[in-house]
């Protein structure tokens, strides 16, 4: 891909479209409200609250990154969501608990105005729901296009310059990809032959690019990553992302594995192990969708361990993965870890992890970086799988036969060499010889 000769500006308002009201795209919409109203502080959001440095070390340029790159402000942000219970933004956020009563008060009057619209939903792949705001329609095809038309209507009635999707809808039973999936003419025949691999969240990808709106899939089934979507991206001038956003026990796994290897420490095991209370947490209980978000977990390590290239120390690891419904715990969820690893001369040594996270607090203020990257890309003319956002997924989306780079750190050094890219400036490589000429 070229390097963007110019990034329009940020005018005008930007909508954010969320499939799924619950727990993580209330949060994420209450937070920005009460940052609007100064009462909060975006901790957590890289758009908000970091800087990156640009030339050499000497130079102490290091702007905040909102400064440095023309992003969306938080003022111009409007929102509209779909969801299968009718509950509106504040209700849902009641329900879900995991902001405090006082600070939900806080943003009522607002959170009460974003109602659902009807959402496209098939119970195949939720096993665990069921609600009352459904479309109907005569095939997945219809569906599609009633999304269609709320985007339209939605992008009209907020007077929105530029819309972005991001889906916070539940996770979708595990589907692999097949023929349907493989270019825009099969994708349209089997919506319209209620083809069974047809999940309702590409319904909602395949709406948001139709409509040149780009798509963030923050949860672990394939959603827009399938050849149809990537090629309807590329041809709509869309930049699509995805998949799972990368909170809480994978977080922490993507920070400690590079560490152990970058050291040359060897792995026997590593169990992972957590109890969550949430509707995601009720919605994994069904085999299908755990088996989705399984998938998505266990990548991880044997992408950053590299075991072929390093079999002493990473070809015998055993990696478990297990998330138990826990009702009392709530959005609260316990992750724990035991890590097996291994030092000089083989001799074992032990690393316990117990993180009492809060996953929707993690997972709100990635919503936030994402709409505005996606937005960002969006006015500098990239398109199709932005890679450079992998440091927010469990799962990063990568062109066909590359495999994807899961140490948070490359991520992150990737993710801001791209915006140095983007903006003409020099990239950090980080050797520094020139300081010791
Ligand atoms: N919370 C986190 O930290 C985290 C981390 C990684 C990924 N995720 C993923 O993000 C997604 C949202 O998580 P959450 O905690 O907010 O879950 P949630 O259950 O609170 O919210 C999901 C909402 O999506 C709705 N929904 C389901 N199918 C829909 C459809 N077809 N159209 C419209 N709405 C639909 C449900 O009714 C529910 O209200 C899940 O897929 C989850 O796996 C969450």
Known sequence: ????????????????????????????????????KGKAQPVGSLTQMGAIRLGKRTDARSPLIKQFVPLADLKDLAFAGWDIFKDNAYQSAANAGVLNPQDLEKVKPFLSTIKPMKAAFDRDFVKLLDGPNIKKGKNKYELALQLKEDIANFRKASRASRLVTCWCGSTESFVKPEEVHSTPEKFVEAMKSNHPAIAPSMLYAWASITSEVPYANGAPNLSVDIPALQTLAHDHNVPICGKDFKTGQTLMKTILAPGFKARMLGLDGWFSTNILGNRDGEVLEDPGSFKTKEESKLSVLEYILQPKLYPQLYGKLFHKVRINYYPPRGDNKEGWDNIDIFGWLGYPMQIKVDFLCRDSILAAPIVLDLVLFLDLAKRAGMRGIQEWLSFYFKSPMTAPGLYPEHDLFIQSMKLKNTLRWMKGEELITHLGQEYYD
Do not use: D
């Open 1 to 36: 891909m070229e390097k963007p000769s110019k990034i329009a500006p940020a005018k005008g308002k930007l909508g954010v479209l969320l499939p799924g009201l619950g727990a993580v795209s209330t949060t994420f919409m209450a937070g920005v409200e009460l940052v609007r």
